[in-house]
């Protein structure tokens, strides 16, 4: 819980930053929780349907990048927001993240942080929030191992 409220935080901070309608989000509010998931050496962009956004990859540690992104069904009607990692090294390297979702208005639809967790050697991992019905615009704001991945393109 203190990795969400610390990442919560952070990210709140980081859409003040940016200009982004923190105003409606509490500072009070927890992050839910989000799921990671294994891709082995397939990318998880080039490998799904759905229209990924995402932000430039940004260094968490030597041969180890990260970047958040978000996330359109294929059927248009869903979004969600993501924090994807690519491990190049020979070991395991572990990561916790978080994002949130915002309406290109500034509405927030969501927190989401999923704990520290192995990333494969030379392999890719995706930290999920929950898929939220919303057909409007969207973006997300993450952060892995307290590196600020920035703000993702809309979806």
């Known amino acids: 819980m203190a990795f969400a409220r610390r990442t919560l935080t952070a ?4 859409a003040a930053g940016l200009g982004l ?3 409606t989000a509490s500072p009070a509010s927890a992050a839910e929780s989000g799921s990671w998931h294994a891709y082995g050496n397939t990318n998880p962009i080039t490998s799904s349907s759905a229209d990924w956004q995402c932000a430039g990859s940004k260094a968490l540690a030597a041969n180890v990048v990260a970047q958040v992104c978000a996330i359109r069904s294929a059927g ?3 979004v969600q927001g993501a924090v994807i990692v690519r491990n ?3 070991a395991l390297y572990s990561v916790d993240a978080a994002m949130d979702l915002y309406t290109t208005s500034g ?3 969501g927190i989401w942080a999923c704990a520290s967790s192995g990333v494969g050697a030379n392999s890719w991992s995706v930290c999920f929030g929950r898929s939220v019905a919303w057909s409007g615009r969207v973006n997300s704001v993450g952060a892995a191992n307290g590196v600020n991945l920035g703000v993702s393109p809309p979806v």
């Open 21 to 23: 309608g923190v105003a």
């Open 107 to 109: 509405s927030p639809l």
């Open 88 to 90: 190049n090294r020979a």
């Open 11 to 14: 990210l709140l901070t980081i």
């Open 76 to 78: 248009g009607g869903a």
